[in-house]
């Protein structure tokens, strides 16, 4: 829901990459990353087809489950925004990747004559927004050591992309430097590579009708897990959040009768503890109330998307002096 682009970029390339694979063989040639024919032929149209089809089954497979999880980022951009982040990282590693095997050619003797081909580079420049903007929340812990979180699974997937060819780092390396600098407030990359308002107007005239997905009812979200443990763990999180969600509904209304704020060390007291590390049993003067901390929209947007209300986001942000984390983890976990 309310991701075409991804849509399009997990079924189109697959397919036809499935379809290279199986059927039309002959024709794989013309979608190989031949770096040596781009640079003496100035066969530019293989930058085109070399980086957008992969003829690696396995490749497709990860990159179709990377972009599956990235879709979090056009929920949150929007299609135009995600797309000019994909026309800029794509432009930029197609740029280093030539640079790159330069390099190795003059520094280490390395001739590289071709590259893994498909959508690759702007699949490993996600992961720096998916690094620096998605909150980390612990899943569990293996042996007692070893956290697994909420991003573990993306990067082993990001690791099997990595190890599956001979100079797919190169790649890596070139998507990762090219979201660096799409990113980079200092570079104004996103300023000068971005989809045009009139072309993304087409698009989503012609093509977003095609790939768009009704919004999911609560029933489908419900039981939806793979296998009963999941879908038993989903429905005791579904159980939480009601009672959490309650909690803060009588909360309000003792608010609204009594006109004063929500008592959120009543409902989070690992919070109280943090905050009030001399604590007593006293009740604090008003005067020795804290005014009010001012919340980032942009955090709150952030915590909207992950299905909490903008009311309960607010609240959580000031309880937890406008940290991130730890709002997610109360709101997850009460």
Known sequence: ???????????????????????????????????????EDFQIWRLVCGRTICLDLKDTFCSSLLIYNFRIFERRYGSRKFSSFLLGAWMLSALFDLLLVEIAQYMFGITINSLPSGFLGPVFALFVPFYSSIPRVQVTQVLGHFSITNKTLVYILGLQLLTSGSYIWILA????????????SILKVHQILCVPSWVAKIFSWTLEPIFSSAEPTN??????????????????????????MSQVAQ????????????????????????????????????????????????????????????????????????????????????
């Open 1 to 39: 829901d309310k991701a075409p682009l991804s849509k399009s970029l997990l079924l189109v390339p697959s397919a036809i990459s499935i379809l290279l694979t199986l059927l039309f063989q002959h024709y794989q040639k013309f979608f190989a990353y031949n770096v040596q024919a781009i640079k």
């Open 173 to 184: 390396l070139s998507g990762l430097v090219s979201g660096i600098c799409y990113n980079s």
């Open 219 to 244: 029933e489908v979200r419900v039981g939806m897990g793979a296998t009963v443990d999941i879908q038993r763990q989903q429905r005791m999180e579904l159980l939480d959040r009601q009672i959490m």
């Open 251 to 334: 909360m309000r209304r003792q608010r609204q009768q009594q006109g004063g704020m929500i008592n959120w060390n009543r409902l989070f007291p690992p919070l109280r503890h943090r905050h009030n590390a001399n604590y007593q049993d006293h009740r604090p003067s008003e005067q020795d109330t804290p005014p009010p901390t001012e919340v980032s929209e942009e955090q709150v947007a952030r915590l909207m998307e992950m299905g909490f209300s903008r009311g309960d986001a607010l609240e959580a942000l000031r309880a937890s002096n406008n940290d991130l984390n730890v709002a997610t983890n109360f709101l997850l976990q009460h």
